[in-house]
């Protein structure tokens, strides 16, 4: 069982990273920006696989924008018909270019 007070922490850790995200402009160095749709790797390596994999998804931020720092290889993404999955990392992710992609309102690297 988890101990209230840490699962408290954690959420409020949480909160205040959203509010960094929505007010932190892109690191220098980020590959893909906030919006951009990326394809996640088939093969993800033996500690990640529990993760979906061979999937597409949207860029939320990275983890330098959520608590600071410069890491900027360490994506969150929106995963398509699953929900938010943290942390990819750039490696595991390939840009999806617009014209290969039906829903061109969304934002391309």
């Known amino acids: 069982m988890i101990d209230s007070s840490y699962a408290d922490d ?11 995200v929505s007010t932190n402009p892109e690191v220098e160095g980020q590959k893909f920006p906030i919006g951009c749709r990326v394809r996640i790797c088939d093969d993800l390596g033996s500690s990640m ?3 979906n994999s061979g ?4 860029v939320e931020y990275t983890y330098a924008q959520a608590y600071g720092g410069t890491d900027t290889d360490l994506y969150s993404l929106k995963i398509d018909n699953y929900g938010q999955v943290s942390w990819y990392h750039e490696w595991q992710l390939t840009e999806i270019k617009a014209e290969n992609c039906p829903l061109r309102k969304l934002r391309f690297c």
């Open 10 to 20: 954690a959420k409020k850790h949480h909160k205040e990273a959203m509010k960094r």
């Open 55 to 58: 999937c597409n998804a949207t």
């Open 49 to 51: 696989r529990h993760f």
